[in-house]
């Protein structure tokens, strides 16, 4: 009764975000716009077309995308809130004192008086594929340990049975009509950790799907009208929010951040290009929405092939024999880099990020850093 999301979502975003974009190269952290790499075959103007994305654009033009703010140069404030591009705009690689600039080329044109009409906010380019994350952007919720006090609550059906699905009729109390006619579904879910300390970080809502108000009343009668799992009775319901305009530039954190990731949206062991990824770290640790983190896949231990040149160690068998074993000796190999991220969702010691690029299965315990 219920439909699974499908994945094919998943590889639209990643292809439309890296098609321009690779290969990415862990390279240290420059201060001058200059020694920001640009892309070999790199055009000298390039006009916005409608499903770009501020991703797409930069990596037409740099080999680290997330360094757009430093040669367009943005300061923090223009980051969060940038000036919008659209559909017909031109950007412009230009040379201004000796360091390379983007740019919004000039399109004033001299023409008799006439009526000025200006683009929407909602149609200037999103950072990334906004249809396709529009869902993860709004759906998770990190609570404290009472939950969604004061939320609606699907208490019976119009039968007996106990699994609910795609197109069921529900009754629900305290459904507020002030909270319009769309509402998400919820049920708690898993308690978030450190990876390292074991600390609790949050607690996660687990959605479930969609309803639709069909009368309000004391009791409530909804339809579900999407189901990513089977609804039951006592699940919670809230308002769904409204749709989200992701504009925030793609860029690396300001200071150092170092975490791990410690869940995965899919519920699998491993995630891919264009899986959601649940990070111990959030506002807290100086994360916000735009950030691009690299990820380090950590390597297996590696036993020393090398002969032993230290002191022996006897070990006693029994009362005559006596054997001479060598320490067991292992080689610690740095993490490798595998890919790139971007957070999306940011709680107070919990983010919520897509993955971008990736040579390897991402899984529980990965590291992150800035790029």
Known sequence: MFRRGSMRSKF??????????LPLLLAPLPVSAEEIPLQDNRPDRYTVQK?????????????QPWRWPEIWRMNRDQIKNPHLIYAGDVIALDRVDGQWRLSVADKTIRVSPTVRIDPLEAQAIPSIPAGDLAAYITQPI????????????IIAARDNRVVRGEGDSVYAVDVDERGGTEWYIYRPGNVLRSYDSNDVLGYEMRYLGTARVERFGEVS???ITSAREEILLNDLLIPAPREVLLNYVPHAPDSAVEGRVIALYSGGAEAGRGFIVTLDRGASDG?????????FHPAPVIPDPRP????????????QTRIIIPPGRYLNVPPERSGLLFVFKVFGRVS????????????VGDLVRKP
């Open 12 to 21: 639209t975003i990643a292809t439309a975000l890296f098609t321009a974009c």
């Open 51 to 63: 499903g770009d994305t501020l991703w797409g654009i930069a990596g037409r033009f740099l080999k």
């Open 142 to 153: 990190i609570t404290g340990p009472d939950g969604l006090p004061g939320a609606a609550k």
């Open 221 to 223: 009668r909804m339809l």
């Open 287 to 295: 994360l916000e929405v735009g950030n691009v983190l690299a990820i």
């Open 308 to 319: 032993y040149q230290g002191p022996d160690i006897m070990s006693k068998l029994s009362d």
């Open 352 to 363: 919520y990020a897509v993955v971008l690029n990736t040579v390897e299965p991402v899984e």
